[in-house]
């Protein structure tokens, strides 16, 4: 499919032009070079998908496969991403500008997602419940919910997709994804190998195309069972208020502004090293992204400067150069956004001690220097809202109440950085911090196997883990009178 210049929707296992027969370019950020034409999808485009994947969900091929069954096809597809890594590797990095050599490091984790999943698979059940009455039996049931909408970003297609696709494919559901419309390549490929590695027809679909016309209209869909998204905070709070009032789930991954915080007493080198990769790790294109700093008043010039100095050394250029640190935001507008909030920041009262200004990396693309601001305070925008892009924000504190309260002083909880030697210190920040994720002497490790939830308005819902398998269910109990005895006074049954 790499070679490819038109891409279309891919409904029921086979390609499907779009019912209006339009379609739109996907850029190279990078470059801006074009990379392909993909469908433009709309609500005829997307009740066929659902139609296709509901149609799906109740075909026996799938109803009927047992869950050991169903664990052996998540393992295959996982075996396929790994003998086609390096393909889609290129694919994303073309793009959304991500490093190739960042890429390649995320390929050779994904098929861990599939392969996690399919242990687990032939694991979920239900439980038995001693009631009081032992002549009536009560037990329960976890049955797949039916058809799943998959909302997912341009920052991570593949492995946000995963994160969703591999736990509903678990649990039995169907899919539907709509992908972010400037990454749509990677996301058409899984759901190719998914096909190929023997899922059913219609197990997973994808519709590709805008947010306001593919995405409401999935949304909406009246034969939906629940919408996963990960995305911003506002779209976020629109997808809980459609789904709520049709009384189906939703678990929303929304936006960040987490804070890392180093001590007085950290390994300062390691804690430089921690908050650069924090933030400027994928050009800052992250939820996790560590971009508000509070270092301890003893240690924040030194901790400034080494950042500042690693900040002004990191090489930025084509993203398919091993070599190349910082690869391009991953549109125009986002460049934008960036470049106006760092304007913004300044007007504030801030000041760049490094970066501050767009590029084009040596190749015409949209670059933004990775950038630090100091003499900042918690009650600027650039402090307060999620920039998303390479821009850190650093602030010293005194005490551990001082960091506590800044750092919890945000409407987001996504996660947070703790550095410190101190034990005790390490697990009282980690018990008191309003962060799903909390890291100590580290940042940005994750795994499929631990769960992931965002606190306050960074999300409502797990994803990963175990915890996640819930999300993608629905609870039965079911009541059986084992007693062949006629009801003596049904008025005193209990209800």
């Not at 419309?181 to 996301?187: C, K, L, R």
């Not at 999935?218 to 809980?240: E, N, P, Q, Y």
């Not at 750092?407 to 911090?433: C, I």
């Not at 994750?446 to 999300?459: D, I, L, T, Y």
């Given at each position: ?13 086979t ?45 026996p ?11 052996h ?8 991403i ?21 890429m ?17 698979a ?54 539907v994804?709509?992908p ?93 090293m921690?908050v ?17 700093v509070f ?12 950042v ?15 070599r190349?640190?910082l690869?391009p ?25 490094t970066?501050?200004n ?111 398998i ?19 006074d ?6």
């Amino acid at each position: 499919m790499s070679e490819l210049t038109t891409l279309q929707h891919f409904i029921g296992g086979t390609w499907v032009e779009p019912a209006s027969g339009e379609y739109f370019e996907s850029t190279n950020p990078a470059t801006l070079q074009t990379n392909y034409r993909a469908a433009r999808g709309n609500p005829a485009d997307v009740d066929r998908a659902v139609t296709a994947a509901r149609l799906a969900f109740e075909d026996p091929r799938w109803r009927n496969l047992s869950q050991t069954r169903r664990g052996h096809l998540l393992r295959r597809l996982g075996e396929l991403i790994a003998e086609n890594a390096e393909e889609l590797a290129r694919m994303e990095t073309r793009d959304n500008g991500k490093l190739l050599r960042e890429m390649r490091g995320q390929l050779a984790t994904l098929p861990e997602y599939f392969h996690y999943y399919a242990g687990l698979a032939d694991k979920i059940h239900g439980d038995f419940i001693p009631t009081s009455d032992r002549q009536v039996l009560n037990y329960t049931a976890r049955e797949p919910l039916g058809v799943v909408g998959a909302i997912t970003p341009w920052n991570s297609p593949l492995t946000l997709t995963s994160s969703k696709l591999a736990p509903a494919l678990c649990a039995g559901n169907t899919v539907v994804i709509k992908p972010s419309e400037y990454t749509s390549a990677t996301v058409l490929r899984l759901a190719e190998l998914a096909l190929e590695a023997g899922f059913p027809p219609g197990a997973v679909n994808v519709v590709t195309g805008f947010g306001a016309e593919a995405g409401q209209a999935l949304v909406d869909h009246r034969d939906l069972a629940k919408i996963s998204f990960t995305g911003s905070t506002a779209t976020g709070s629109r997808i809980a208020a459609a789904t709520a009032s049709r009384f189906i789930g939703s678990t929303l991954e929304l936006g960040g502004k987490s804070p890392n915080i180093v001590f007085d007493d950290a390994n300062v080198p390691n804690a430089a090293m921690g908050v650069v990769a924090g933030i400027f790790a994928a050009a800052g294109q992250t939820c996790i992204a560590g971009s508000r700093v509070f270092a301890h008043r003893s240690v924040h010039d030194e901790l400034v400067e080494r950042v500042t100095e690693r900040a002004k050394a990191i090489r930025i250029g084509d993203p398919m150069d091993e070599r190349t640190e910082l690869g391009p935001l991953a549109f125009a507008e986002q460049r934008d956004k960036v470049a106006g909030y760092v304007d913004l920041g300044r007007e504030e009262g801030a000041r760049v001690l490094t970066g501050g200004n767009p590029t084009d990396g040596g190749l015409g693309g949209w670059f933004y220097e990775p950038t630090v601001l100091v003499d900042v305070h918690n009650d600027m925008r650039v402090v307060r809202e999620e920039i998303f892009g390479p821009v850190l924000a650093v602030m010293p504190f005194d005490t551990e109440e001082d960091a506590v309260r800044l750092a919890n002083d945000t409407e987001y909880g996504l996660a947070a950085g703790v550095w410190t030697q101190n034990l005790a210190r390490a697990h009282r920040m980690a018990a008191r911090l309003d962060a799903g994720t909390v890291w100590v002497n580290t940042y940005r490790a994750m795994s499929p196997m631990s769960p992931r939830q965002g606190f306050k308005a960074s999300g409502v819902g797990v994803e990963h883990g175990t915890e996640s398998i819930k999300e993608y269910t629905r609870l039965k109990s079911v009541w059986i009178n084992t007693s062949e005895e006629p009801v003596a006074d049904p008025f005193t049954m209990r209800s």
